[in-house]
């Protein structure tokens, strides 16, 4: 029953069979079935004896549905199954004993899923919906987290500074250049472009959480994730306008922790209201990538974001990228902005509209439309360090800085006063 899935042979089989003690469960399974395009007829009576009988004699099904009530000792009798029935099948078992360590068994046992009776038409569905994914193709949660999970959240001090662009393509690096299982998890539930930027449907994985946190969990994680790539999976949403979104955030941070267990990269698009709403988003991220521009209103902002996270995500490594930087058409030269933030900018993006432009058409992460763009090397040494830091974070066990928000703030208003009114361009 558990052994490796052959594919080959499964085409040969019945999708499904279903083997059941009542009437009453006939009567759930039967419609469920049918909407699967699978035959009412294939429900069958005479539990798990009858189960025994026939596919000693038969083909094995795909998915096979057991019940167990009638049977004295599931377990011995499960066994019996598993000699007649064909490496592959997914056998989804009912029963009307509850008892975790019987669930246990069966699980060890090559079980797929046991359904405490009486059930209801969505476990059930749940229950075929999670057969057929083993079916179709390698888990998420199979192939996943081999290597301990990196989490990076960016977070842009200004609106339009690039941090969904830098998201998607660190993203899309991490599992391509950096070979780890990568899930890019867009926060920004009404405006997110985290899909978009993948050529991708959102759809309603984020919605769902949000509205059902309790639900989430791994198998959830492995169904709702939008797969981009062998590497990549994404968790967008498009929420309607009209639409409040409800939350006091915890689905936020359990998805981050169930997409911890399953992936080994994480990258949060992290809209700056969402951590100003939400603080406990940032702490346990391993490394916070802040996204500016060489602006007076993001030099401002860079300094009150970095401050924030040195109080709120003490654990965090934090990585300064500037975007779209023009050298000579700056509001804020480089080296203004460092002396007002206190600390060097790590990673300058030059400013590329055509290549932007170029991802945008081709429904491609920046980093993949750009190889040969001026944008490709930094975009590959923010991954580089990304993961550098990340180690270093964890290394160091998190320990707070400290620092002064008055202080800097301080060299801001400094900034702004020996601004000649006149002149904005200076060199970056
Ligand atoms: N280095 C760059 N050069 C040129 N254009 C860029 C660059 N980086 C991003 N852009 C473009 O800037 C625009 C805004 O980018 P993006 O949506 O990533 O910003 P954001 O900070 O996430 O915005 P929001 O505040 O709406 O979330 C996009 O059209 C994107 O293609
Ligand atoms: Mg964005």
Same mark, same amino acid.
């Given at each position: 029953?558990?052994?490796?899935?052959?594919?080959?042979?499964?085409?040969?089989?019945?999708?499904?069979?279903?083997?059941?003690?009542? *009437?009453?469960?006939? *009567?759930?399974?039967?419609?469920?079935?049918?909407?699967?395009?699978?035959?009412?007829?294939?429900?069958?009576?005479?539990?798990?004896?009858?189960?025994?009988?026939?596919? +000693?004699? +038969?083909?094995?099904?795909?998915?096979?549905?057991?019940?167990?009530?009638?049977?004295?000792?599931?377990?011995?009798?499960?066994? &019996?199954?598993?000699?007649?029935?064909?490496?592959?099948?997914?056998?989804?078992?009912?029963?009307?004993?509850?008892?975790?360590?019987?669930?246990?068994?069966?699980?060890?046992?090559?079980? /797929?899923?046991?359904?405490?009776?009486?059930? %209801?038409?969505?476990?059930?569905?749940?229950?075929?919906?999670?057969?057929?994914?083993?079916?179709?193709?390698?888990?998420?949660?199979?192939?996943?987290?081999?290597?301990?999970?990196?989490?990076?959240?960016?977070?842009?001090?200004?609106?339009?500074?690039?941090?969904?662009?830098?998201?998607?393509?660190?993203?899309?690096?991490? $599992?391509?250049?950096?070979?780890?299982?990568?899930?890019?998890?867009? @926060?920004?539930?009404?405006? $997110?472009?985290?899909?978009?930027?993948?050529?991708?449907?959102?759809?309603?994985?984020?919605?769902?959480?949000?509205?059902?946190?309790?639900?989430?969990?791994?198998?959830?994680?492995?169904?709702?994730?939008?797969?981009?790539?062998?590497?990549?999976? #994404?968790?967008?949403?498009?929420?309607?306008?009209?639409?409040?979104?409800? %939350?006091?955030?915890?689905?936020?941070?359990?998805?981050?922790?169930?997409?911890?267990?399953?992936?080994?990269?994480?990258?949060?698009?992290?809209?700056?209201?969402?951590?100003?709403?939400?603080?406990?988003?940032?702490? *346990? =991220?391993? =490394?916070?990538?802040? #996204?500016?521009?060489?602006?007076?209103?993001?030099?401002? *902002?860079?300094?009150?974001?970095?401050?924030?996270?040195?109080?709120?995500?003490?654990?965090?490594?934090?990585?300064?990228?500037?975007?779209?930087?023009?050298?000579?058409? /700056?509001?804020?030269?480089?080296?203004?902005?460092?002396? +007002?933030?206190?600390?060097?900018?790590?990673?300058?993006?030059?400013?590329?509209?055509?290549?932007?432009?170029?991802?945008?058409?081709?429904?491609?992460?920046?980093?993949?439309?750009? !190889?040969?763009?001026?944008?490709?090397?930094?975009?590959?040494?923010?991954?580089?360090?990304?993961?550098?830091? &990340?180690?270093?974070?964890?290394?160091? $066990?998190?320990?707070?800085?400290?620092?002064? @928000?008055?202080?800097?703030?301080?060299?801001?208003?400094?900034?702004?006063?020996?601004?000649? !009114?006149?002149?904005?361009?200076?060199?970056?």
């Amino acid at each position: 029953m558990n052994a490796p899935f052959n594919a080959r042979a499964a085409s040969l089989r019945d999708p499904f069979t279903a083997f059941v003690c009542d *009437d009453a469960t006939a *009567d759930l399974l039967r419609p469920v079935a049918v909407e699967h395009g699978w035959s009412p007829e294939k429900v069958n009576k005479g539990g798990l004896r009858n189960a025994v009988q026939t596919l +000693s004699v +038969s083909a094995s099904p795909s998915i096979l549905f057991v019940d167990l009530s009638e049977s004295g000792d599931p377990l011995s009798d499960i066994n &019996a199954l598993a000699e007649v029935c064909e490496p592959g099948t997914v056998v989804i078992a009912a029963g009307q004993v509850n008892d975790v360590r019987l669930y246990r068994d069966l699980v060890a046992s090559g079980i /797929q899923d046991y359904l405490l009776k009486p059930f %209801t038409a969505d476990q059930l569905r749940d229950a075929f919906a999670n057969a057929q994914m083993i079916i179709s193709g390698p888990r998420v949660t199979e192939t996943a987290a081999e290597r301990p999970n990196v989490t990076a959240a960016v977070i842009g001090v200004r609106g339009g500074v690039g941090a969904s662009t830098i998201a998607s393509s660190l993203a899309w690096l991490m $599992g391509d250049k950096a070979g780890r299982s990568t899930a890019l998890l867009d @926060l920004d539930v009404h405006f $997110g472009t985290g899909a978009l930027a993948l050529d991708l449907e959102p759809g309603r994985g984020l919605t769902d959480a949000i509205e059902n946190p309790s639900r989430i969990d791994g198998l959830f994680i492995e169904r709702a994730m939008v797969r981009a790539n062998d590497r990549l999976s #994404v968790l967008s949403a498009e929420a309607p306008l009209n639409q409040w979104i409800l %939350t006091d955030g915890s689905a936020f941070f359990q998805l981050q922790e169930e997409i911890r267990h399953a992936f080994e990269g994480t990258v949060i698009d992290m809209p700056r209201n969402m951590v100003v709403q939400f603080p406990h988003l940032v702490t *346990d =991220v391993n =490394v916070v990538i802040v #996204v500016v521009d060489f602006t007076l209103a993001a030099t401002r *902002d860079a300094i009150r974001v970095l401050s924030w996270l040195k109080a709120n995500a003490g654990q965090a490594k934090v990585i300064v990228a500037a975007n779209k930087v023009v050298p000579g058409i /700056q509001e804020v030269s480089r080296k203004d902005f460092e002396h +007002s933030i206190e600390r060097k900018v790590d990673i300058l993006l030059p400013s590329d509209s055509k290549a932007a432009m170029q991802a945008a058409k081709l429904g491609q992460p920046l980093a993949k439309a750009a !190889k040969t763009s001026k944008l490709s090397q930094p975009l590959n040494q923010l991954l580089a360090l990304a993961l550098e830091q &990340a180690a270093a974070a964890e290394e160091a $066990g998190g320990k707070p800085a400290g620092g002064s @928000l008055l202080g800097k703030l301080g060299n801001f208003k400094s900034l702004v006063a020996k601004k000649p !009114k006149a002149t904005v361009a200076q060199t970056a």
